[in-house]
């Protein structure tokens, strides 16, 4: 079993940053990718980035070379660093971990971004 728990969301400008962080605990050595998801109001929940266990990174056309998603070794935080926000990146932000057996959803952390 893996948990996960985000962290970092709130409010800012337009043009602002922020870093989301999501901690795991649980079966963590496994794991083949952590990604981020958002979910705005009214919307499905989309995919944003992907980091591979095994090396390289995904993005969504909509945040590439704006956001940036990272992870030093299986005891650290999954990041997202999430520069020149935008309104459309309001949403709850999601981490999610996949491998053998595991397709976890951490709970979420609210990013609204002001005009």
């Known amino acids: 079993q893996v948990q996960l728990v985000e962290s970092g969301g709130g409010l800012v400008q337009a043009g602002g940053s922020l870093r989301l962080s999501c901690t795991a605990s649980?079966?963590?050595?496994?794991?083949?990718?952590m990604g981020w998801y958002r979910q705005a109001p009214g919307k499905q929940r989309e995919w944003v980035a992907t980091?591979?266990?095994?090396?390289?990174?995904k993005y969504a056309d909509s945040v590439k070379g704006r956001f940036t998603i990272s992870r030093d070794g299986a005891r650290d935080p999954l990041l997202l660093q999430m520069n020149s926000l935008k309104p459309e990146d309001t949403a709850v932000y999601y981490c999610?971990?996949?491998?053998?057996?595991?397709?976890?959803w951490g709970k979420g952390t609210l990013v609204t971004v002001s005009s």
């Open positions: 980091i591979f266990t095994r090396g390289g990174t």
């Open positions: 999610k971990a996949r491998g053998p057996g595991v397709s976890t």
């Open positions: 649980g079966s963590i050595y496994n794991l083949d990718a």
